[in-house]
Each structure stands twice: as C-alpha cells, then as structure tokens.
C-alpha cells in the first residue's frame, strides 16, 4: 500500500498538509500556507521533485 498525502487546517487556521507511510508514520509534515491551493501547489511540487533527489548526509543533528 502506498503513503497518502492529508490535507488539514491547523489551530490558526492555516492550511498544512502531511505525507504518511502506509503504516501511519508521518513523514513529511507541510509549511502552514494562506490558501489550500497554495498547499496543493506544495503537495504537487514534492510529487514531482522526490524522484529525482539526491540523498545527502550530513553530520551532526538536524
């Protein structure tokens, strides 16, 4: 089963989204943005730039 993406306002009103793997996890959680359209764009935006990602590792924490 593949992750899915949530569409929700958050306690400002704000539109966010967040990506879930197929067992819950989230794993990306969205910017709050002024419009749904905006959080949509965000949404499209990883769908089509995650394929081609390059992994980087860094040292030290996030």
Known sequence: MAGKFELYTDESGMHR?????S???????GDPQESKDDCLKSIE?????APYAELKETAGSA
């Open 45 to 49: 935006s990883i769908r089509k730039l």
């Open 17 to 21: 989204f967040r990506l879930k793997a």
């Open 23 to 29: 067992n819950g996890t989230i794993v990306v959680t």
